[in-house]
């Protein structure tokens, strides 16, 4: 077979770049889909972090991200578990200071992240057929500010996607100044029977 050279241009001055983004609508109501609050990370690179990473690094990473959460990933490229800027600015790591008599700054990822075996997460089938109001409520059941969604690739549990109580917050046009769980969803739903 013979090749031929492909047409080629000069870049022109106002040239962007494309870079892998999930745009999500500004606002959004109960009945919207579901799959309007969810970051696709088919769309949107995780960010992560090593079980060996000290806190410190973690949230580094979290600070330059822009972002409150990182996937702890292992050597093989398998989740760990999550870290959040919850847990690193909570209780967990002065636990292991006081538990294990070492400085705040030899505080690892691994010594404070929900590891993978306590992870809850939804099925993108699922969610897929489910408003935005199912997501508020899963979340409130849980009693939690993420959920992880899953789909099988290959025979293969993958994370395909994460739901945020705080985006959710942003796109239903609620404020919450509470970071406790429950008291969250008390405001929420006080905001949205008055909106």
Do not use: W
Not at 4 to 24: I, M, N
Not at 66 to 90: N, P
Not at 139 to 144: E, N, Q, V
Request: aromatic residues 4%; contains cysteine; neutral net charge.
């Amino acid at each position: 077979m013979t090749y031929t050279r492909l047409p080629t241009s000069h870049l022109d001055k106002s040239a962007g770049l494309l870079r892998p983004a999930c745009v999500l609508p500004d606002r959004v109501g109960l009945d919207n889909p579901a799959l309007d609050v969810m970051t696709d990370f088919r769309r949107l690179t995780a960010f992560i972090a090593t079980p060996g990473d000290t806190i410190r690094q973690a949230e580094e990473r979290m600070y330059r991200r822009k972002v409150r959460l990182l996937f702890v990933m292992d050597s093989q490229d398998r989740v760990a578990g999550l870290i959040t800027s919850t847990d690193i600015r909570g209780e967990k790591p002065l636990k292991v200071v006081q538990s294990r008599g070492i400085r705040r700054d030899e505080v690892l990822a691994a010594d404070i992240m929900t590891p993978v075996d306590q992870l809850e997460a939804v099925d993108f089938d699922d969610l897929s057929h489910a408003r935005v109001g199912h997501v508020l409520e899963t979340l409130k059941a849980r009693g939690r500010q993420h959920a992880l969604v899953i789909e099988n690739a290959s025979g293969r549990q993958m994370v395909r996607g994460l739901l945020s109580l705080s985006q959710l917050c942003k796109q239903l046009g609620v404020t919450v100044e509470t970071t406790e769980v429950a008291h969250t969803f008390i405001e929420i739903e006080q905001q949205l029977v008055h909106a």
